[in-house]
């Protein structure tokens, strides 16, 4: 769980606003990755935690629909 923190630090600090998968790993990457195997490498990262905060129940996911893509948000607590 290498990304973990700075995943749980993006999604934790605004509740209300969903992400795409490539914001995310742009997060973590720090920018755009520069290759497509370093993004690769970032995007199965990322998708690792969010499955495990997804499992934990911390995260909502909306899933695709018609070409578009799937969102991820923190789950809130109430």
Known sequence: MQYA???IDLLAALPTREFRMAEIVNHVAHG????????NRYRQGVRRVIIAL???KAVEFKPARRGGTTLYRW????
């Open 54 to 56: 997804i499992d934990a």
């Open 5 to 7: 923190h700075d995943v």
């Open 75 to 78: 789950k809130s607590a109430t």
């Open 32 to 39: 755009r990755p520069t290759s497509k195997q370093q993004r």
